[in-house]
């Protein structure tokens, strides 16, 4: 496909990047960087053209572009380019509401790690993944009875961000993103290392994300116990695409996702047009399995991962989950949850006004949200 458009992307403190690649399939790239990204509809994508980073901030010739992550965004005298994508876990929604929990009728078999004598604890571990060593952080409750079955969450760092930095927080704070603190010992949390990416940083747009994660779930449910009916995703920017992808790869594992200012699973991007506005475009769809609720979050100001890409995301999911176009306020922000979602699977969308973050209501609804499983 022919363009004009140059590859930028847009790094930050969230960072990440506007193309996802996924351990499946690709789709095409940019070449010569002449085309914007693409995240692959069916399980993958590829990244095209070069660019040079500096200080967090990619430019390759004029343009801007937003990409998943960061905080911060490019600006410059042509058209940007973001583009969005990933695998993503297929769903079907459900009615919605806000009333009780979404319980599924038949409860799925304990994990091989239920009924052990000993306390595995939390800790940091290393995987091999296709001749690629994969780390990870696992998080416990305090009170940990290998005769408990305990949901089980995983949470994504943005561009940049390490698995370490997930797991502690900041000064000991919003430990993974802040969900911790709302599970009150009902959780046990994981948090995955990206490896480098194409746009520089840490990231999660690499061949194997996908099975790095799988295996990872496999180790755990050896491990430890775990409730196979109640595991969950979660992620920031980067992380927010991650969410998608993995929610779309492994909805046949994943009960709920909830991407924050991320984009994907379908084949989108954005570009900015004359009047400085962007303007978003989709081009492939995911092809995901089994069923995912969703609470999707994203700013109307966001200059790094462009609002319009959220929308997207909403779309897939809204699609996804066999959702109708009506929607009630939950009263919360300007949240709202749809009707007509396959029972058990709602979608929640919480639109804002913030740039590139997330509302400070995010973690407690977010495990609200988890909460109804």
């Avoid at 058209?79 to 993503?88: N, Q, Y």
């Avoid at 698995?163 to 009902?186: I, M, S």
């Avoid at 194997?208 to 775990?226: M, S, V």
């Avoid at 300007?334 to 740039?355: H, I, K, N, Q, R």
Wanted: overall charge negative; hydrophobic content about 30%.
């Amino acid at each position: 496909m022919k363009s004009s458009l140059r590859w930028v992307f847009v790094l930050g403190s969230f960072g990440a990047l506007t193309a996802c690649e996924s351990a499946e399939e690709g789709s095409a790239g940019g070449s010569d960087g002449g085309s914007t990204a693409s995240i692959g509809a069916s399980g993958g994508t590829s990244t095209g053209g070069p660019g040079t980073t500096t200080g967090g901030t990619t430019n390759t010739g004029d343009n801007v572009a937003s990409s998943m992550g960061g905080g911060s965004s490019g600006t410059g005298d042509g058209t940007g380019g973001t583009s969005g994508g990933g695998v993503s876990g297929g769903s079907t929604g459900s009615e919605g509401g806000s009333g009780g929990p979404d319980i599924d009728p038949v409860p799925p078999e304990p994990t091989v790690g239920c009924g052990g004598d000993t306390n595995p604890g939390s800790g940091a571990f290393t995987i091999n993944v296709n001749g690629t060593d994969r780390y990870y952080r696992i998080d416990i409750p305090a009170n940990y009875d290998s005769n408990t079955e305990y949901k089980l969450v995983f949470v994504f760092h943005g561009l940049g961000g390490t698995a370490d930095g997930t797991a502690d927080g900041f000064n000991g704070f919003y430990k993974y993103q802040g969900l911790l603190d709302q599970a009150d010992d009902d959780a046990i949390f994981v948090a995955g290392q990206g490896l480098a990416s194409s746009s520089g940083g840490a990231g999660w747009d690499n061949d194997g994300d996908i099975d790095f994660i799988t295996q990872a779930l496999e180790d755990i449910r050896t491990g430890y116990c775990i409730d196979n009916a109640r595991i969950f995703v979660s992620g920031g920017s980067f992380g927010g695409i991650m969410s998608n992808r993995v929610g779309c790869a492994m909805g046949d594992d994943i009960r709920a996702i909830a991407p924050v200012m991320g984009n994907g699973p379908d084949t989108t991007w954005a570009t900015k047009n004359d009047a400085d506005e962007w303007v978003c475009s989709k081009y492939g769809e995911a092809s995901c399995t089994g069923d995912v609720a969703a609470w999707v979050t994203h700013g109307r100001a966001d200059p790094t991962v462009a609002f319009c890409l959220g929308e997207w995301t909403l779309e897939h999911w809204l699609e996804q989950n066999g959702c109708s176009d009506s929607s009630t306020a939950n009263g919360v922000g300007e949240c709202v949850e749809y009707s007509g979602c396959a029972t058990g699977y709602p979608v929640v969308w919480c639109p804002t006004d913030l740039a590139h973050s997330s509302p400070d209501y995010a973690p407690a609804e977010i495990w609200k949200f988890f909460s109804r499983f």
